[in-house]
């Protein structure tokens, strides 16, 4: 199985563990390089363009790193979950859900 996939079969592992399956499956989950929001490298987007397609970005350097990995999609999964059109990035609602899926063990094996 490719990067890619795998990523993609995270996302789903953790949208039915911790999110019951409530995040739409973004239409490209991928490796990517040079990640940026801005001009901030960042090692990990979630993105909803204007034609309201979205994206999840990993940085391409985590690829052999599986917790990290997991980590950033967490992260990630937590902005979808919070809503991406709102235009504070680490807003409360973001915060609330990393808080639960603390709670939930969700980092147990990774932190
Ligand atoms: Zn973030």
Known sequence: MNKDKKLK????????????????MP???SFKSDLRSGKHKCAGLAIIFPDN???????????????LTRT???HEMAHISAGLESDEEHNFRWGAEID?????????ELL
């Open 27 to 29: 239409h490209e989950i």
């Open 53 to 67: 397609t979205t994206a999840l970005r990993i940085d391409k350097k985590l690829i052999e790193f599986n917790k």
């Open 72 to 74: 950033v999609l967490l």
């Open 9 to 24: 079969k995270l996302f789903e592992f953790y949208n039915r563990r911790y999110f019951s399956n409530r995040l739409v």
């Open 100 to 108: 639960r899926l603390y709670r939930e063990g969700a980092y147990d």
